[in-house]
Antibody
């Protein structure tokens, strides 16, 4: 069974750094792109970028380029999304998911990131 | 960047009725179009891929149609569990993706 399991709720202050994780299991982790999606409170889905665990090829949406960093540790089948300096506007639920050739087929449960002073 | 526009923003329907949701692309995406359902407090779920192919386990009352720039998701005989927000998403520029703004079915 394919599963994407994300790390838990994060409560942070502005200016702090953060790295959240997403562990894939039940499939060949290195063979599928991992996509990250943001959902701000009460809003829609926003594509952030994706990473290919096989060779760490990374693509970013222009809206998120320079704002976040995607990485992966294929030895433990885990992808990461990190910020060097959080802002209040980063408050959102962040989803990781597996990208198939025809859509995003398996989603993580989401990680709530709350940034407040 | 390909922009996806969904309409209407909110659709009010009664159980048992048909719901028709629209999605328009700013340029042709061929049939590289997926639909997702998101219920409150849950992660999205893939419903339709390739514009018209139901994903595994999706009931037959869900159907997708269209190509190029105009797409439709139809939900026949709406069930109570179908009240949710629906998103379209293009993957013409795979692995880059773009989501529409969503349609809430209430």
């Amino acid at each position: 069974e394919v599963q994407m399991v994300q790390s838990g709720v994060e409560l942070k202050k502005p200016g702090e750094s953060l790295k959240i994780s997403c562990k894939g299991s039940g499939y060949s982790f290195v063979s599928y792109w991992i996509v990250w999606v943001r959902q701000m409170p009460g809003k829609g889905l926003e594509y952030m970028g994706n990473i290919y665990p096989g060779d760490s090829d990374t693509r970013y949406s222009p809206s998120f380029q320079g704002q976040v960093t995607l990485s992966v540790d294929k030895s433990i089948s885990t992808a990461y999304l990190q910020w060097s300096s959080l802002r209040a506007s980063d408050t959102a639920i962040y989803y990781c998911a597996r990208l198939d050739v025809a859509g995003v087929d398996y989603w993580g449960q989401g990680t709530l990131v709350s940034v407040s002073s | 960047e390909i922009v996806m526009t969904q309409s209407p923003a909110t659709l009010s329907v009664s159980p048992g009725e048909r719901a028709t949701l629209s999605c328009r692309a700013s340029q042709s995406v061929s049939s590289d179009l997926a639909w997702y359902q998101q219920k409150t407090g849950q992660a999205p779920r893939l419903l339709i891929k390739g514009a018209s192919t139901r994903a595994a386990g999706i009931p037959a009352r869900f159907s997708g149609s269209g190509s190029e720039t105009e797409f439709t998701l139809t939900i026949n005989s709406l069930q109570s569990e179908d009240f949710a927000v629906y998103y379209c998403q293009q993957y013409k520029n795979w692995p880059f993706l773009t989501f529409g703004g969503g349609t809430k079915v209430e």
